[in-house]
């Protein structure tokens, strides 16, 4: 008896060393994809309001856009760009964290609840303080209010439906998780496309959304790795 509960407490012992080395790993991995964002973004922020340097290249891409894209374009890019509007995103956000909810996964709707609402306060607080204002190279019929940087559009692609697409991926295999993969990167980049095509953002302004979005759900990646190895290390020393 005394021999095998202290086989019993030496794997307990060597199980939990190798799940906290790879916590560790993972909140070493979440801080330096989080340190890495925040480097790029401060460099886009810097090129795009202290030195200007990208004003040629968005407008060049703008242009080609408008010039090489043919007249049926028009009503899809209404509806991916109606796709990424706080209307629609927050009912579906809604409605796919009851969905986790009623299904047991409270930990993905928690998470996917606080991608989608984080990332608006976000891309609202840095629209408020960069104020960039829209581009007017072409009519396109379509107009859009408040500032410019960062799009909140691609932010809320990347951290709604991105997200979305990655919990529901984690818990398929083979085939169907890749497609469900895939389906989400193409929503966010048509949606990101959109507002290039009906002119109302820059192409910085699509990358910075971008780059916003996977700061915040890092972030909060780190927080629930570091809750998780909390309430661990609270079970255990019970």
């Given at each position: ?5 202290f ?12 799940l ?11 801080l330096?994809?989080?340190l ?9 922020v810097?090129?795009?309001f202290?030195?200007e ?7 060049a ?7 090489h ?16 509007y ?9 409605l796919?964290?009851y969905a ?8 993905s709707?928690t998470?996917?609840?606080t991608?989608?609402?984080g990332?608006?306060?976000?891309t609202?607080?840095l629209k408020s303080v960069f104020q960039?204002t ?9 107009t859009?209010?408040?500032?410019s ?6 932010t809320v692609?990347?951290?709604f439906?991105?997200?979305?697409a990655?919990?529901?991926?984690w818990r398929?295999?083979g085939?169907w ?5 895939s ?7 048509l ?5 290039l095509?009906?002119g109302?953002?820059y192409p910085?302004?699509?990358?910075a959304?971008?780059?916003a979005?996977?700061l915040?759900v890092?972030t909060?990646g780190i927080?629930y ?7 661990g290390?609270r079970?255990?020393?019970?």
């Amino acid at each position: 008896m005394l021999r095998r509960e202290f086989l019993r407490r030496e794997i307990s012992g060597r199980l939990s060393r190798r799940l906290g080395f790879a916590l560790t790993v993972q909140l070493a991995a979440g801080l330096v994809l989080s340190l890495g964002i925040i480097v790029l973004f401060a460099q886009i922020v810097d090129e795009v309001f202290v030195e200007e340097e990208t004003r040629r290249f968005d407008e060049a891409v703008l242009l080609w856009i408008h010039d090489h894209s043919p007249d049926w374009f028009y009503g899809p890019m209404l509806f991916a760009t109606a796709l990424g509007y706080y209307w629609v995103v927050l009912p579906l956000s809604g409605l796919a964290t009851y969905a986790f909810y009623r299904a047991g996964f409270k930990v993905s709707a928690t998470l996917l609840l606080t991608s989608v609402a984080g990332g608006l306060v976000l891309t609202t607080v840095l629209k408020s303080v960069f104020q960039r204002t829209r581009p007017e190279l072409f009519d396109s019929g379509y107009t859009a209010s408040f500032y410019s940087f960062p799009s909140a559009h691609a932010t809320v692609a990347v951290g709604f439906y991105g997200t979305l697409a990655l919990l529901v991926a984690w818990r398929l295999k083979g085939f169907w998780r890749w497609t469900v993969v895939s389906v989400g990167i193409a929503l966010v980049l048509l949606i990101g496309f959109s507002r290039l095509y009906l002119g109302v953002h820059y192409p910085t302004d699509i990358i910075a959304g971008y780059l916003a979005a996977p700061l915040w759900v890092s972030t909060i990646g780190i927080c629930y790795f570091l809750w998780r190895a909390l309430h661990g290390s609270r079970k255990a020393s019970r």
